[in-house]
C-alpha cells in the first residue's frame, strides 16, 4: 500500500474490541469492532479478550493481524473507514458504494455531483476526507434520480 493515510504504523488493544490505529500520515484513530466481529463468523476467535489482545500491525502496515492467522486480518484503509464513521465522519468507502449502486464512472460522478473529477477522486481514494456537503449530495442526488424515475 503506498497511500500514507492506508499505511498503518501502529496499533494499541485499549478494551476488548476496539483499537487506537497510528497512520503513515498522523492520524491516530479509534475502532469498535464488536459489530464487525459479530457480523463475520470467520472472526469468532477475536471474541476471546487473549486472541485479540494479540493484534499487531501486518505486513508493510497495510492491515492488523492477530495470532499470526491469516484468517484474522482486517484491512488498514476499511478500519480507517469505519473509525472515521463511528466518529460521525464520512469515509472514502462512502463514495465507492454510491458510484457502485448507481453504476457511475468517476467522470459520470463528478457530473452528477457537480465536482471535478480530481477533487471527487481525492474522496474516492480518500487522499481528502468527504466533506458533509459532499456526503449529502449522494444523498440528494439520490433522491433525485428516485423522483425521475
Avoid: C
Avoid at 476488548?16 to 457480523?39: C, F, K, M, N, Q
Amino acid at each position: 500500500m503506498s497511500n500514507r493515510h492506508f499505511t498503518l504504523t501502529g496499533v494499541e488493544v485499549v478494551a476488548p474490541s476496539t483499537l487506537h490505529l497510528d497512520y503513515a500520515d498522523g492520524a491516530r484513530l479509534t475502532v469498535d469492532l464488536a459489530d464487525t466481529i459479530e457480523r463475520h463468523p470467520i472472526l469468532a476467535p477475536l471474541t476471546d479478550p487473549a486472541v485479540f489482545a494479540s493484534a499487531a500491525v501486518g505486513e508493510w502496515g497495510g492491515s492488523v493481524v492477530w495470532s499470526d492467522d491469516d484468517a484474522l486480518e482486517l484491512a488498514a484503509d476499511n478500519l480507517r473507514a469505519r473509525a472515521v464513521e463511528q466518529a460521525g465522519g464520512y469515509s472514502h468507502e462512502l463514495i465507492w458504494n454510491w458510484m457502485a449502486r448507481h453504476k457511475l464512472s468517476l467522470d459520470g460522478a463528478a457530473e452528477a455531483l457537480g465536482l471535478s473529477r480530481r477533487m471527487l477522486a481525492y474522496y474516492r481514494s480518500g487522499a481528502k476526507p468527504v466533506p458533509r456537503t459532499v456526503a449529502l449530495a449522494l444523498l440528494g442526488w439520490e433522491v433525485e434520480q428516485h423522483r425521475a424515475a
